[in-house]
């Protein structure tokens, strides 16, 4: 049986553990890895060189020579392979989610060629300088692309429970019922939960909610880890644990195929506010408070500045073609212009293109009480009967929200942010629901990239306020890409 069909086997009470899918996985990124630079650095010389020989020179001190670039090219994927092993770019904790992966690859790529410069300054070496500046952003920009493409394909694996760590929580009922309810969320971050022990230990129940299995108290998680075939065992409280048996716990994991994860009750904290301090044996955590420094303030501003001026320019077409078709289509002005609550709860005028028949803002009211839904924050109502025709597009490819660009070009809206919201919205806010106003709106956001119009009200104020306490200009670009995606694809959650 081949390492991929033990994979997906069928698992038993006495089967052997999963197979090793982290060392699989790996293995196969670091051949698509190879694959890929081999391609942009010889395909880089070949293009700057010819298939001709070519020599970089050396003259450091009495030290003179000349190297082929045939070699240097070799060397250099060579080191390259070397620096990404190094940075644990293929790390089994990295890998499927987050933007840690990606992170790696980009600075230990960097990073290899400042070396690289200084090497070649320092022996005076006179190295191409086109061939590097081509081969370093292309190189990183094409691994990015083969590790995406491999995200995809685990993402659409885990989806099956495969490639996925197997499972089993430990702890209170209350806690392993919130934490398996936040892994069942996010499939694809490789947690398919198979068990679960509680101080009860009632063995013919599962989590409530849920099909998992309760396989004993949490005296009996070494015999519920051999019964469910687990290689994880997450501890989700310690209220009915002792510090000694998490730490015997620890012990009967075998090494480097069963790991002990401990978690926190906390959520939605992203890893850079993070920190581990292991103080008089206790891994203490550390969660910074969220600081909005002059620094980030300035660099997000710039961004909005430069990506909807540039935008602007670049869709001016588009936007000008909308207009003609909104004018075109049914009496009334191109623009709808609507107050919303910005940043600070200060209000400003939000532009999109008209895409409902005038006065569609009077009967907004009798159709939430017809749909029962007028108390809710989150105010969407389904086939709408006020859309028109060409409004039904506009609205499903999101191009009504282009000339909110120039809300952004002057300084009320932000290119990413939690969406802005009318007054009547805002007044159902509650007090974490009103952190939303820490930020600058923006034209898209976190939640919308996460379900669109199909995403309850609790879930889209989660979602913001995990991206107000955790921005970072990364998280930013990742959404837009995000975005693009929901655009092109919008399916049935766009209306």
């Known amino acids: 049986m081949t390492d991929e069909q033990s994979e997906r086997a069928p698992v038993t009470a006495t089967a052997p553990f999963a197979a090793p899918w982290r060392r699989i996985y790996a293995r196969r990124l670091w051949i698509s890895d190879l694959l890929v ?28 020579g000349e190297i082929s670039y045939w070699s240097f090219s070799t060397a250099l994927i060579l080191v390259w392979m070397l620096t990404l092993s190094l940075a644990d770019t293929r790390d089994h904790r990295v890998i499927g989610a987050g933007s840690a992966e990606y992170a790696r690859i980009a600075q230990s790529s960097v990073t290899l060629f400042g070396v690289i410069a200084i090497i070649a300054f320092l022996t005076q070496t006179e190295v191409a300088r086109g061939f590097l500046l081509i081969s370093l952003p292309l190189g990183i920009l094409v691994l990015l692309f083969e590790r995406w493409l491999w995200r995809q394909w685990l993402i659409a694996q885990r989806r099956t429970g495969a490639y996925s760590a197997r499972v089993l929580l430990v702890g209170s009922r209350r806690s392993v019922v919130e934490t398996a309810n936040e892994l069942l969320r996010n499939k694809s971050a490789g947690y398919h939960l198979v068990g679960a022990c509680v101080p009860t230990g009632a063995i013919a129940e599962t989590i409530d909610g849920t099909d998992i299995p309760i396989m004993g108290s949490i005296s009996a998680v070494t015999s519920a880890l051999a019964a469910c075939n687990a290689d994880t065992v997450i501890v989700t409280s310690t209220d009915e644990l002792p510090v000694d048996k ?80 909104v004018r075109m289509s049914s009496p009334g002005p191109i623009l ?74 002057g300084g009320s809206m932000s290119i990413v942010g939690p969406r802005p919201q009318i007054a009547a919205e805002v007044a159902l ?52 890409v995000k975005t693009v995606r929901a655009v092109v694809q919008p399916g049935a959650s766009a209306h």
């Open 37 to 64: 630079l081999i391609w942009v650095v010889y395909g880089t010389q070949i293009a700057w060189f010819g298939l001709g020989a070519a020599d970089l020179a050396i003259s450091s001190g009495r030290v003179a």
């Open 246 to 325: 998490v730490k015997e716990i620890s012990w009967q994991l075998e090494p480097g195929r069963q790991h002990l994860v401990l978690a926190p009750g906390i959520a939605d904290i992203a890893g850079p506010r993070i920190h581990t301090r292991p103080v008089a044996g206790l891994p203490l955590i550390h969660v910074e408070t969220p600081r909005f420094g002059k620094g980030q303030k300035i660099a997000k501003r710039a961004f909005d500045i430069c990506a909807s001026l540039a935008l602007i320019i670049a869709l001016s077409p588009v936007l000008a073609g909308v207009a003609l078709l």
């Open 336 to 409: 709808y212009r609507q107050q919303r609550i910005g940043r600070a709860g200060e209000p400003f005028h939000m532009l999109k293109f008209r895409s409902m028949r005038v006065g569609a803002d009077q009967e907004l009211r009798a159709l939430l009480e017809a749909q029962g839904t007028s108390e809710k924050p989150l105010f969407k109502i389904h086939n709408d009967p006020r859309i028109t025709p060409i409004g039904r597009i506009l609205r499903k490819y999101s191009l009504d929200e282009l000339p909110q660009l120039f809300n952004v070009l």
């Open 429 to 480: 806010y509650t007090d974490a629901a009103k952190r939303r106003l820490l930020a600058r709106p923006g034209i898209t956001g976190l939640w919308q990239v996460s379900g669109r119009s199909t995403m309850e009200w609790d879930d889209a104020v989660r979602l913001d306020l995990y991206y107000v306490e955790n921005w970072s200009l990364v998280n930013d670009l990742l959404i837009l």
